[in-house]
Nanobody
Framework: QVQLVESGGGLVQAGGSLRLSCAVS????????MGWFRQSPGNSREFIAA????????YYAEFAKGRFTISRDNAKNTVYLQMNKINPTDTAIYYC??????????????????WGQGTQVTVSS
């Protein structure tokens, strides 16, 4: 069983930055590609970014390109999401997820096998 725990969410002003972390335990971290998703009230879960097991390949949703950066530290079993130039439309619960297709960078939530509980990000204008 794999456990994922997100942290780093909170209240931030528009235009600011935030870094989310997701600590993974239970299985070898390098067995998984990782992804970040978000969900705001009344909306379906939305893909943000994905990274393969080694970190040398990433994939972003259009809205995330140029503002968000996904990265991972395999020595720390942690994946990160750096968010810059945050705006109120970024308000959501942010989830990390693990995909056992380690070489992939899927944007499909159904591809992911394990999910964290989520961390709330609220952006004030």
């Amino acid at each position: 069983q794999v456990q994922l725990v997100e942290s780093g969410g909170g209240l931030v002003q528009a235009g600011g930055s935030l870094r989310l972390s997701c600590a993974v335990s239970g299985r070898a971290f390098t067995d998984y590609a990782m992804g970040w998703f978000r969900q705001s009230p009344g909306n379906s879960r939305e893909f943000i970014a994905a990274i393969n097991w080694s970190g040398d390949r990433t994939y972003y949703a259009e809205f995330a390109k140029g503002r968000f950066t996904i990265s991972r530290d395999n020595a720390k079993n942690t994946v990160y999401l750096q968010m810059n130039k945050i705006n109120p439309t970024d308000t959501a619960i942010y989830y990390c997820a693990a995909d056992d297709d380690k070489i992939g960078t899927s944007w499909l939530s159904l591809s992911y096998d394990y999910w964290g509980q989520g961390t709330q990000v609220t952006v004030s204008s």
